[in-house]
């Protein structure tokens, strides 16, 4: 894949990546083993496995990994796949189990910590390794109240890779930690199946030429935005409420209960980070929106969106409705968009790509980042 040369893009256009890149099998394949199966990715929430044994199962690259948490209350993530003759070992998305997983074929069973535990007639078995024969770890950490893990031998360094995407995008760490984001609850949660590739939820997040044109409501709370001038890409900035908005709702009216330590410069501001390859973290003064992407084909991307509040909030059942709706609808109306650019990426008009607008040059540097992941490395 490259970007094509266009003698004829005058000076203020930069080219896109051309229409094969969202569409093309293998090189999605190469995007799956180089980038998704490398990099530390954000793959379920801490409290979707609260207690021992609870646990989620997630496709990440062309892997299905089984996260759980053990006895002692460690997050633990393993390749879903049985040592014995590799049947998938944990055929539901979620649940729940006393001490073991079992597999459905020959019972092999594991602990929660991995081990192999039993297998029917294993004394009159040579001596196994229980640990040998365990199921295949994979690095795990929690952060933000998130499970991340890394399918790679040797993981990236977490610091750089994912915290210093917000240090690039806030300027420093501190100014996420006044959300306390970790202690927030899960308010709501809508899953979002979308028919398009995953650079192009990530590229439509990153700019916001299109926000005048497709987000009415946003740009109501946020009038900024309609010059088409996304936050995104001034260090620390973060893009004001309107004058007369009181909440970072569908209509502008008031909010949840304030974050307590939300500082007084972050108040009446939306500021939005991505931290590559697949998570989008949006903060306002009285909640935090995490998106999880989730490719699982060239044109097919799950999407699940978390919205988070003070856990007070959730407690006492306060009405969620305005303040889930505002980003629920931009989120269909990106969506939607995206779709639409998928269904054009085959045709021959884009075989070369488009172009990049300056207020979109930023894009070019993302498109840069997944060219060079996809470089073979000495
Ligand atoms: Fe799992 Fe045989 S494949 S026990
Ligand atoms: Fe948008």
């Known amino acids: 894949m490259t970007v094509t040369e266009n003698k004829t893009l005058p000076e203020s256009f930069l080219p896109t990546l051309p229409g094969s890149a969202y569409s093309d099998?293998?090189?999605?394949?190469?995007?799956?083993?180089?980038?998704?199966?490398?990099?530390?990715?954000?793959?379920?929430?801490?409290?979707?496995?609260?207690?021992?044994?609870?646990?989620?199962?997630?496709?990440?690259?062309?892997?299905?990994?089984?996260?759980?948490?053990?006895?002692?209350?460690?997050?633990?993530?393993?390749?879903?796949?049985?040592?014995?003759?590799?049947?998938?070992?944990?055929?539901?998305?979620?649940?729940?189990?006393?001490?073991?997983?079992?597999?459905?074929?020959?019972?092999?069973?594991?602990?929660?910590?991995?081990?192999?535990?039993?297998?029917?007639?294993?004394?009159?078995?040579?001596?196994?390794?229980?640990?040998?024969?365990?199921?295949?770890?994979?690095?795990?950490?929690?952060?933000?109240?998130?499970?991340?893990?890394?399918?790679?031998?040797?993981?990236?360094?977490?610091?750089?890779?994912?915290?210093?995407?917000?240090?690039?995008?806030?300027?420093?760490?501190?100014?996420?930690?006044?959300?306390?984001?970790?202690?927030?609850?899960?308010?709501?949660?809508i899953t979002y199946d979308v028919k398009a590739n995953w650079k192009l939820i990530i590229e439509n997040f990153m700019e916001c030429y299109h926000c005048a044109t497709i987000h009415p409501e946003l740009t109501e709370v946020l009038p900024e935005f309609a010059d088409g001038f996304a936050a995104q890409y001034f260090v620390g900035h973060g893009a004001l409420f309107g004058e007369d908005v009181k909440g970072f709702t569908v209509d502008g009216s008031k909010g949840l209960d304030r974050i307590p330590g939300v500082s007084e410069d972050q108040d009446r501001r939306y500021y939005a980070v991505t931290i590559r390859p697949q998570v989008f973290v949006n903060l306002v003064p009285d909640h935090v929106i995490i998106h999880r992407m989730f490719p699982l084909a060239p044109g097919h991307t799950i999407v699940e969106c978390d919205w988070l509040y003070l856990p007070d909030v959730v407690a006492e059942g306060k009405d969620l409705t305005k303040s889930v709706e505002l980003f629920h609808r931009v989120n269909q109306q990106d969506f939607d968009a995206c779709e639409r650019c998928q269904a054009a990426t085959d045709s021959r008009i884009y075989a070369d790509g488009g172009v990049l607008v300056p207020s979109e040059h930023h894009i070019a540097e993302f498109h840069n980042w997944v060219l060079d992941s996809l470089k073979p490395r000495a």
């Open 25 to 189: 099998p293998e090189l999605f394949a190469r995007e799956q083993e180089l980038i998704f199966e490398q990099l530390w990715f954000c793959a379920v929430r801490s409290g979707d496995i609260a207690k021992p044994g609870a646990f989620r199962t997630v496709q990440i690259g062309r892997e299905s990994i089984l996260i759980t948490r053990s006895r002692r209350g460690e997050a633990r993530a393993f390749f879903n796949i049985c040592r014995h003759r590799g049947a998938k070992l944990c055929t539901e998305d979620a649940g729940e189990t006393q001490r073991a997983f079992q597999c459905p074929y020959h019972a092999w069973t594991y602990d929660l910590d991995g081990k192999l535990v039993a297998a029917p007639n294993l004394t009159k078995m040579p001596d196994i390794d229980r640990v040998e024969y365990g199921l295949r770890k994979v690095h795990v950490r929690e952060w933000l109240g998130y499970v991340w893990v890394c399918l790679a031998d040797e993981a990236p360094s977490f610091d750089e890779t994912v915290v210093g995407a917000v240090r690039t995008r806030l300027g420093d760490v501190e100014s996420l930690e006044h959300y306390g984001v970790e202690s927030l609850e899960l308010g709501r949660r």
